[in-house]
């Protein structure tokens, strides 16, 4: 392979993980944004939702260009079996591991949601909630293991990633979230049927 492709295949492993932490950052900070029920920016409850799903879907897309443009890397000495197994990688085996256990979690979370009608919604729940652990996973593999983990602005670009979610997380743990949610999705009463027994 030429110095050239290399450095292609880096520059593309390199990108795609980048913003592949922004799209999880955006889908972790939306799908708590969806469960309060509130319209944002002028998209309701519905339209929130679809950018969350979006979001999801282009960060599963770019993790598998980044996993693939580094299994094809000479340089980055990834195999098969690190993509699959923590902790077992040559080029920092930690950091590397975390990012394993990020692609892991998030197989599982994938193949839930595609499988939502079959699961179940208290199954769909309870795997979901494996994003608030698939985050910060991906954010220490970000800073440990990426070329630019020491960079002012991949450092700044974190800082940012963490401030939001840090900030929606701590809006979810607010008493009143609840309550909140349920008054944007309350149900109406069936008032016709009614209307129609006393008639």
């Given at each position: 392979m030429s110095a050239v492709a290399e450095q292609a295949l880096w520059a593309l492993g390199r990108g795609t993980g980048v913003v592949a932490l922004v799209l999880m950052t955006i889908s972790v900070v939306l799908g708590i944004a969806t469960r309060s029920g509130r319209?944002?920016?002028g998209w309701g409850r519905f339209g929130v939702n679809e950018i969350h799903r979006a979001a999801a879907l282009m960060a599963t897309g770019l993790v598998v260009v980044h996993l693939g443009s580094l299994l094809?890397?000479?340089?980055?000495q990834l195999r098969w079996f690190d993509v699959v197994v923590p902790f077992a990688?040559?080029?920092?085996p930690v950091w590397q591991g975390l990012g394993t256990l990020a692609v892991d979690l998030l197989v599982v979370v994938m193949l839930t949601s595609l499988l939502r009608r079959h699961v179940g919604p208290r199954v769909f729940r309870a795997v979901h909630w494996a994003t608030y652990a698939l985050w910060p996973l991906v954010v220490g593999h970000?800073?440990?293991n990426g070329t630019d983990g020491r960079?002012?602005?991949?450092?700044a670009l974190a800082g940012v990633c963490v401030?939001?979610?840090g900030s929606a997380?701590?809006?979810r743990l607010l008493p009143g979230f609840a309550d909140r949610g349920h008054r944007g999705v309350r149900i109406p009463r069936q008032v016709p049927a009614r209307a129609g027994r006393q008639a």
């Open positions: 319209e944002i920016a094809l890397d000479p340089y980055a990688g040559r080029f920092r970000a800073i440990g960079s002012w602005w991949l450092l401030v939001a979610v997380v701590a809006w």
